[in-house]
Structures are given as C-alpha cells and as structure tokens.
C-alpha cells in the first residue's frame, strides 16, 4: 500500500510542476533565462552519464562512445542521433573489445 501511495504522491508532484511549467508558457523571459533553460536538457544528461561512466571497469569503450555522441550532437543538433551514435558506437566496443 505505501508503494502505492509512493507512486501517487510521485505522480501529483510530478503533474503539478508540469502544469506550472506550462502556466508559464505565456510569461516573456529575459534573452539570458531563455539561453539558460536551452542547455538545461544537455546539462542534466551529462549529469546523470558522467558518474556511470567514472566508475564503470569499461570506461574506455563509454568514453568513446560519449565523444561519438557527443560529436553527432553537436553537427546534427538532434539529441536522438547523439545517444542513438552513441549507444551503437557503445554496442559495436563491447562486441570488438
């Protein structure tokens, strides 16, 4: 049952941040808080990757493909070809290595 109420009060938190998200979508902000929020995706990401990768025995293989993704984000500007180069790049390592 606690698990239960876990995910609901999860979801509740989750939902309102999102509905207060979007109740700002009128408000015009500052060119420098919109330059900010744009690398706020990016800098999470990389966040969440960088202590996997510093502990992880494979480092070698994670750091190349990071630097594909990473190469692959940065000429195309799609985030999805960034982690979809980077965990092919990643795969095809651990095959070879």
Known sequence: MSTLLT???MWAV???ARLIGLGLGGVRLPPFWL???RFVPISVFVALIVPGISTSQDWPQQVLACAVGAALLWRT???????????AVYWLLRQIW
């Open 14 to 16: 989750t939902y309102a």
């Open 35 to 37: 330059a900010f929020l």
């Open 7 to 9: 995910l609901l009060g």
């Open 77 to 87: 500007r799609a985030l999805i070809w960034g982690i979809l180069g980077g965990f």
